[in-house]
């Protein structure tokens, strides 16, 4: 199997896109737990939504779409735009989907937002920190991303930059497009749009240097 040259090679790694091996399943369901409860995080935190939101927020409303609707449309174009770039779907895809969005309401359901702005400001980072880490975990199972995820890395294979740089031109692209449409711009935000994609790109380098990388 063609992997990417994009994510490394970890002792993990799945041999295809729909590879059933326990271990390459059991790290990507640990990453996306982690993602889960980094948007939960987040989302607790109440200091903004995170760029794709804010770009759903301002289609809906030039739209008039509701905004699920849009979030969901918005998921599916991101998918569509694979093509193009050559990425495709594995397991993973179909897992992301389901156990970010259980933990994610499972959490917000559980928890309280905290009530001090710098506890807010503490959770959005450790938000952060969790979501930039659990993509460079699950990703690493090399089963598939979710949608935006896999823009990312099918830019990153064309253009040849690393992860920071093009996750972070992507955040900050949809967020001043959304806010330039209509959507809030909050402090979480701006956090997430500059903070998301070297945090994974430190967890990734921390992974090769934890466990050695086999690119291919």
Same mark, same amino acid.
């Not at 449309?73 to 259980?102: C, D, E, F, Q």
């Not at 992507?170 to 070297?198: D, K, N, P, R």
């Not at 967890?203 to 934890?210: A, E, T």
């Given at each position: ?49 995170? @760029? ?13 779409? @509701? ?16 093509? @193009? ?44 920190? /969790? ?19 896999? /823009? ?65």
């Amino acid at each position: 199997m063609l992997k990417s040259k994009v994510i490394p090679i970890m002792p993990w790694t799945a041999s295809s896109f729909w590879d059933l091996n326990p271990k390459s399943l059991l790290v990507l369901v640990f990453g996306l737990i982690l993602f889960g409860l980094g948007e939960a995080c987040l989302v607790l935190a109440n200091l903004g939504s995170t @760029p794709w939101t804010v770009l759903s927020q301002g289609l809906s409303a030039q739209l008039g779409v @509701p905004l699920g609707m849009m979030t969901f449309i918005i998921s599916g174009m991101a998918l569509l735009s694979w093509i @193009p770039i050559k990425v495709r779907p594995g397991i993973g895809t179909l897992l992301n989907m389901v156990i970010i969005a259980w933990v994610l309401g499972s959490m917000v359901e559980a928890f309280d937002s905290p009530k001090t702005l710098l506890a807010r400001c503490l959770l959005t980072i450790l938000g952060i920190f /969790l979501v930039g880490l659990a993509s460079a975990i699950y990703l690493t199972c090399h089963l598939g991303s979710g949608p935006r995820d896999g /823009l990312m890395v099918g830019l990153c294979q064309v253009t040849g930059l690393r992860v920071s740089v093009v996750r972070t031109a992507i955040e900050v692209t949809v967020s001043l497009l959304g806010w330039l449409l209509g959507g809030t711009l909050g402090l979480g935000t701006v956090l997430f749009a500059i903070g998301v994609g070297w945090a994974m790109q430190l967890s990734l380098d921390g992974l090769i240097s934890l466990f050695g990388d086999s690119k291919v």
